[in-house]
């Protein structure tokens, strides 16, 4: 009888580990809890978590809203805020999708709105699609109050956004609603003393 060679049982690369965890990776939402509550589980947004010791990226935080962004759906406004620079957990998503096609399902209370120039101003963070931090930036300052997109596009440079180029992206577009605010606030957010701070440890 031949030998068994044990290491070709094995396979090659160990099984990667999930970049977030659900309560069913771990036996059901009690164990899940419990995880959380001692430490080994840090939160990300509703049931899903890190483990402990992982830092959270773009990446995880993306995967973490992943099941409840629908089809042809682009991440974006604040909850693409929270998937480039974290800070306080999503809440309710806000999406947008392609000017001319058909509006996706969106779960619960999502925010959706119709846009142009998404193919170009996106990208697939953790499964999913996320406009840029300057895309990100541009729909902050156009859709938002400007005491409410403030704080929003400090967090966004902090993590490295170029508000200057967010600028130029704007002033690219040929029919921008809202150009006049969203001018005004990017010049305002560039020229805050914190504009170029570096966040903290926020998920």
């Not at 970049?19 to 080994?40: E, N």
Request: hydrophobic share 45%.
């Amino acid at each position: 009888m031949e030998p068994v060679v044990v290491s070709a049982l094995l396979p090659a690369h160990p099984p990667p580990r999930p970049s977030v965890v659900r309560p069913a990776d771990v036996g059901g939402r009690a164990a899940w809890q419990v995880l959380v509550r001692d430490g080994a589980l840090r939160v990300l947004a509703d049931d899903v978590a890190l483990a402990a010791g992982r830092e959270p990226t773009p990446a995880a935080r993306a995967a973490a809203i992943a099941p409840r962004v629908p089809p042809r759906a682009v991440v974006a406004g604040p909850t693409a805020v929270w998937v480039h620079a974290g800070g306080p957990g999503p809440g309710a998503l806000h999406l947008a999708y392609r000017s001319g096609t058909h509006r996706p399902d969106s779960p619960g209370a999502a925010s959706v709105w119709s846009g142009t120039g998404l193919g170009t101003d996106s990208g697939v963070v953790g499964g999913v699609r996320v406009t840029t931090p300057e895309r990100t930036a541009v729909d902050v300052a156009r859709r938002l109050p400007r005491e409410r997109a403030l704080p929003l596009l400090a967090r966004l440079a902090g993590s490295g956004a170029d508000l200057a180029a967010a600028s130029r992206l704007l002033e690219k577009r040929v029919r921008v609603v809202g150009r006049p605010q969203a001018r005004e606030t990017l010049a305002a957010a560039r020229d805050s003393p914190g504009a170029h701070a570096v966040c903290g440890d926020a998920l």
